[in-house]
């Protein structure tokens, strides 16, 4: 059975760069039947889906995060990293990565939804100085 865990900061400056990393264990990340997200929750907010990444590594992300966003993999060791930069106490949320079926990555995107996929428990990352 597939599981995921986040590690990483859990505090970081504003107008620094957020850097985490996601390390899957039970199944591989180049596995063609899955992409693989990065999702987050603010305080008193619903879920928000950040960006995923295909089989083959390719990059797709929330346009209203886009430009502050990179997804990046390392095969060797069955990690994807999140990239964010330029962060403000707005980007204070708890974070997860999934593996998300190829069948339910556009409903990923456009309403995460926990039932959906394989999730990572969560870290907890405050924007703050």
């Known amino acids: 059975q597939v599981q995921l865990q986040e590690s990483g900061p859990g505090l970081v400056k504003p107008s620094q760069t957020l850097s985490l990393t996601c390390t899957v264990s039970?199944?591989?990340?180049?596995?063609?039947?899955?992409?693989w997200s990065w999702i987050r929750q603010s305080p008193g907010k619903g879920l928000e889906w950040i960006g995923h990444?295909?089989?083959?590594?390719?990059?797709y992300y929330n346009p209203s995060l886009k430009s502050r966003t990179s997804i990046s993999r390392d095969t060797s060791k069955n990690q994807f990293t999140l990239q964010l930069s330029s962060v403000t106490p707005e980007d204070t949320a708890v974070y997860y990565c999934?593996?998300?079926?190829?069948?339910?990555?556009?409903?990923?995107?456009?309403?995460?939804?926990?039932?959906?996929?394989?999730w990572g428990q969560g870290t907890q990352v405050t924007v703050s100085s």
């Open positions: 990444m295909s089989s083959s590594g390719s990059a």
């Open positions: 039970g199944g591989s990340i180049t596995n063609n039947y899955y992409y």
């Open positions: 999934a593996r998300v079926p190829l069948s339910q990555t556009a409903s990923m995107a456009s309403r995460p939804t926990k039932t959906a996929g394989s």
